[in-house]
């Protein structure tokens, strides 16, 4: 089968260079069951979810001469084993050594000759654990239409639902001269398409003056968006090498709740208070000139329902949109709780507040959502200049109930973002079971310390929490 990469996808498939691979990273770290967890069982509970993605079994196929954006077609030599892989961790298997594997990963591209995913059984780590690091292309991933596979493999009960048998035959793959009549037939025909599009957007605006002003709100947030000009000068924007530093930090989702509660806000600004506040200290520790009135502009992508979310129409009808959301944490402010308050404020004021999603609503969606949100947010992030905003920060709800993958507990779970262009640091952050988990992702040149961010996290909610009583 071909299709045509939109528009986005297509940009996101020109838009990376070696320095910048444009992927979406997931770490899980799962309990190891006393019969272990076999490459082969991996293998199968990945192929017997493939139906569900089947763009994972396409690769993307460019167009002669640039005549038209490239197309998906099916990978007549798909080979699974290339694509799940498996490796160990020398002893003593720490998770430093797993945070050492994740960045080398992370800093290759993957081969555009095939399906644009990798993922890796790590065997060999302490505590009797095992890990399982995706990669998928952000090409690849757009939220409704096509997961990320973290989405489709993870279920809700130790026993893993029966799949009816998959006969996948590949089509025929088109040659370079059907590439090029198709891209010459869709420039022809492009006027039309646009028309049509014009008339449906008419029809909408026609019978249904609630979606109007809807759209009407999201596009004045995109245009506020743009209307902020130039972030401020940080060291977090320089040269983005092509070597990464991978490091991970976790806090209890009741201490974030605790204080949602005291100062009366959400936990999404609890969980930006405490990344602006650990910002300072690493700003302070370099001996970083710090006024009272800096800022670090982050662009914090919020996940937001429609009216139309349907809950039973499955994994893909998860989240309904993606919103951009630019916020200075204030790093010049001192007082924790007043930087809480300030961001609280900006938040607030954002036409998309009132119907952000929330760990209630993901729990009640079949999969597990956290990478496809990432995935959106990470989009929504990569269609703004990168000059507009410092760092990206997406910070997405999961299920607070136990998951599983292939029968086997899911612990922890961790994005790694990909960096973007002159940028030199990312966070992810996911809450799971009770506990919020953040994945950083940093340049190894630009940010040598990183490793201590998890440390200046900490101590950034500790202060917040010793102020709250």
Request: glycine share 8%; charged share 20%; hydrophobic share 40%.
């Amino acid at each position: 089968m071909v299709a045509r990469l939109s528009a986005s996808d297509a940009s996101f498939y020109q838009l990376e260079n070696t320095s910048t691979p444009m992927y979406v990273g997931t770490l899980s770290i799962l309990r190891k069951p006393r019969a272990g967890l076999s490459y082969e069982t991996l293998l199968a509970t990945v192929e017997q979810r493939l139906p569900q993605i089947p763009r994972y079994r396409q690769k993307v196929r460019e167009v002669t001469w640039g005549l038209g954006r490239p197309v998906w077609i099916d990978d007549a030599d798909f080979d699974i084993t290339y694509h799940v892989r498996r490796s160990a961790l020398p002893s003593p298997g720490s998770d430093a050594q797993l945070h050492d594997l994740v960045a080398r990963l992370g800093s290759r591209p993957l081969d555009k000759s095939r399906p644009l995913w990798e993922m890796y059984l790590v065997e060999g780590l302490t505590k009797n654990r095992v890990a399982i690091y995706t990669r998928s292309h952000q090409a690849l991933v757009n939220g409704m239409t096509a997961l990320e596979i973290g989405h489709v493999i993870a279920d809700r009960t130790q026993k893993p639902p029966t799949f009816g048998e998959d006969i996948w035959i590949p089509a025929r793959e088109p040659g370079t001269a059907s590439l090029v009549l198709g891209a010459i037939g869709d420039w022809v025909s492009r006027p039309r398409q646009q028309a049509q599009a014009v008339q449906s957007v008419l029809a909408g605006v026609v019978t249904n003056s609630g979606e109007l002003a809807e759209a009407g709100r999201r596009v004045l947030d995109i245009a506020r968006t743009v209307a902020r000009g130039t972030a401020p000068s940080s060291p977090l924007n320089t040269t983005v090498s092509r070597n990464r530093r991978f490091t991970v930090a976790s806090g209890k989702l009741e201490d974030y709740r605790h204080l949602r509660a005291r100062y009366d806000c959400d936990v999404n600004d609890v969980v930006l208070a405490v990344i602006g506040g650990a910002l300072r200290n690493w700003l302070l520790s370099r001996g970083e000139p710090v006024k009272p009135t800096s800022v670090v502009r982050a662009m914090a992508p919020m996940s937001v329902y429609t009216d139309d979310l349907d809950p039973t129409a499955g994994p893909g009808q998860a989240i309904s949109e993606v919103a951009p959301f630019l916020v200075d944490l204030p790093v010049g402010e001192g007082n924790a709780v007043v930087r809480l308050s300030q961001i609280a404020h900006a938040t607030e004021s954002h036409s998309t507040a009132a119907s952000l999603v929330d760990a209630r609503t993901i729990v009640t969606l079949s999969g597990f959502a956290p990478p496809t949100l990432h995935a959106m947010g990470i989009r929504v992030a990569s269609s703004f200049s990168a000059r507009q905003f410092n760092l990206l920060i997406t910070n997405v709800p999961g299920a607070q109930a136990q998951m599983y993958v292939a029968g086997t507990k899911l612990l922890e779970t961790y994005a790694v973002p990909p960096l973007l262009s002159n940028q030199v640091l990312a966070i992810g952050v996911t809450s799971y079971h009770g506990m919020l988990y953040f994945g950083i992702n940093a340049d190894r040149e630009a940010m040598s310390d990183v490793d201590e961010f998890p440390t200046l996290l900490q101590e950034s909610l500790d202060e917040l929490l010793d102020a709250a009583g």
